[in-house]
């Protein structure tokens, strides 16, 4: 297995710009989790899911933050309209015990 | 809800010295603990987990972390560290027993091996 892809590995936007991370989880993992990492508040936790069904969405910061899982092998994470306190690095982890990161996303909105 | 505090940001040992980044956590139930390493403009890489059995567990690059339930402590330890480890060290908790089983990460310590 290639391990968890995700899709872009960079992603440069204007501000008000809608933006869509992609995520290929690991296939058999039964858990997909969708963090963001910045350097004043370290790795968050965004949403997660178990066999495609959102289980706890609290840690999207605002209904601008969007998550979809249409089937086990491919995820999105959606911000829309994207602003400049977005940008962070993305990341998406597959799991069925210990998670099983991506190479991440860095989103820059300007 | 689950959680995990690594006390420490930064830790700096000599190359060939032993090594402890410290991780406490706090769950309901039984946990589920792992370590995570990341390198720069890298995704976190797994290192080595405890579900059950032995306290003391084995992981990659030579790590390993005793599980202390009493005291709720999963410290990473190396017995001689290498220049190439210095990165960005993670620790994380899964709590087995509630139906969210979400998996939350410590802030990181960051590990600095000096020659």
């Known amino acids: 297995d290639a391990g968890v892809i995700q899709s872009p590995r960079h992603e440069v936007t204007e501000m008000g710009q809608e933006v869509t991370l992609r995520c290929k989880p690991i296939?058999?993992?039964?858990?997909l989790f969708w963090y963001r990492q910045t350097m004043m508040r370290g790795l968050e936790l965004l949403i997660y899911f178990n066999n495609n069904v959102p289980i706890d969405d609290s840690g999207m910061p605002e209904d601008r933050f969007s998550a979809k899982m249409p089937n086990a092998s491919f995820s999105t994470l959606k911000i829309q309209p994207s602003e400049p306190r977005d940008s962070a690095v993305y990341f998406c982890?597959?799991?069925?015990?210990?998670?099983?990161f991506g190479q991440g996303t860095r989103l820059t909105v300007v | 809800a689950q959680s995990v505090a690594q006390p420490e940001d930064q830790v700096n040992v000599a190359e060939g010295n032993p090594l402890t980044v410290k991780c406490t956590y706090s769950?309901?139930?039984?946990?589920?603990l792992f370590w995570y390493v990341q390198y720069p403009n890298r995704g976190l890489q797994f290192l080595l987990k405890y579900i059950t059995g032995d306290n003391l567990v084995k992981g990659s690059y030579g790590f390993e972390a005793e599980f202390n339930k009493s005291q709720t402590s999963f410290h990473l330890k190396k017995p001689s560290a290498l220049v190439s480890d210095s990165a960005l060290y993670f620790c994380?908790?899964?709590?087995?027993?509630?139906?969210?089983?979400?998996?939350?990460f410590g802030a990181g310590t960051r590990l600095t091996v000096k020659p």
């Open positions: 769950v309901s139930g039984n946990p589920y």
């Open positions: 982890a597959s799991s069925h015990t210990e998670a099983f």
């Open positions: 296939s058999g993992h039964d858990y």
């Open positions: 994380a908790v899964r709590d087995i027993r509630e139906n969210n089983n979400d998996m939350r």
